[in-house]
């Protein structure tokens, strides 16, 4: 299976930036969805954005307008640009990939992925 790595975590106060990267082990790798998702002391882990193939993005509400998602499918990477980052974005934050569930209405179901990196912390402090 095509291992994934998160980079880019780190600590910074509210209103600040982070840009987090994903690499696939394989530069050929060619998911059709790509994901991250986050997970908080006590909280289920949950979808953040996605973005398939042909670029097409989906974020969850409490991101909308602070977060960016984007692909660059020559190298299999995969970005999530943050900003005004807000204390309640304190969480481990993950790299997902699949081949179906970016376009689902259920796409922010962390279990339906398939292929997970290892996380990386961002924290935010006030």
């Known amino acids: 299976q095509v291992r994934l790595e998160e980079s880019g975590g780190g600590s910074v106060q509210a209103g600040g930036s982070l840009r987090l990267s994903c690499v696939a082990s394989?530069?050929?790798?060619?998911?059709?969805?790509m994901g991250w998702f986050r997970q908080a002391p006590g909280k289920e882990r949950e979808g953040v954005a996605t973005?398939?193939?042909?670029?097409?993005?989906k974020y969850v509400d409490s991101v909308k307008g602070r977060f960016t998602i984007s692909r660059d499918n020559t190298k299999a990477t995969l970005s999530l640009q943050m900003d005004s980052l807000k204390p309640e974005d304190t969480a481990m934050y993950y790299c997902?990939?699949?081949?179906?569930?970016?376009?689902?209405?259920?796409?922010?179901?962390?279990?339906?992925?398939?292929?997970w990196g290892q996380g990386t912390q961002v924290t935010v402090s006030t």
């Open positions: 997902a990939t699949d081949n179906y569930w970016c376009n689902s209405v259920s796409w922010s179901t962390s279990r339906n992925w398939g292929n």
């Open positions: 973005i398939d193939s042909v670029g097409r993005t």
């Open positions: 394989m530069y050929t790798y060619r998911p059709y969805c």
